[in-house]
């Protein structure tokens, strides 16, 4: 059972356009939301977190959006460069859980020059 | 400094080989994880060790083998594996049970043939 659905799978923007990725989760009991970035070959690096007591969260040209109602979340890069292209995953956790992370399927990024 | 740190980096085994991946991390955290990641697909928890003892294992098969010599050692025994298993191994850390910042390494790249 996929607790936490990504989308989409892949998506191509031009520089400078705004990607936004989507996730929505089914478990309420999930209190913690980061979004991993990762690049081939390389181990993902948290980019940006969220709890579910704030509806946004900025990081420099990363924003997170929160829906607690709806129980989606989703990620905007603003002001997107080539160097943005990796996969981005989302993930949830609960706080009594040990830190177990449970990941989205993940989204394949290209920004085009 | 937010870094965990894996060896080796690639890693080609035979399935009757024995061989152990190596993480550490000089953050003072106190929980720590092995996660499994296939090819396009998000990373899987196997273990996690909070406290220098096991506090989650994730259904993972015995010839899997995680071990935790102190707080900032995590190793992962491998023996009699299968070409199934070949896959990026991640460690990651966190400051504690409860607290779900966690910080992945770099990765060791397994084949197994």
Redesign the interface.
Known sequence: QQQVKQSPQSLIVQKGGIPIINCAYENTAFD?F?W?QQFP??????LI?IRPDVSEKKEGRFTISFNKSAKQFSLHIMDSQPGDSATY?CAA?K???????I????TELSVKP | D?E?T?TPKHLVMGMTNKKSLKCEQHMGHR?M?WYKQKA??????MF?Y?YEKL??NESVPSRFSPECPNSSLLNLHLHALQPEDSA?Y?CAS?QG???????????T?LTVV
């Open positions: 913690y980061p991993y070959g390389k181990g993902p690096a948290l977190a995953f956790s706080n009594n859980q040990g830190g177990k992370l990941f989205g399927q993940g | 937010t965990v894996q929980a994880y396009k697909k998000p990373p899987e928890l996690v909070s506090s989650i990026l991640l966190s049970q409860g607290f779900s910042e966690a910080f992945f390494g770099q990765g790249r």
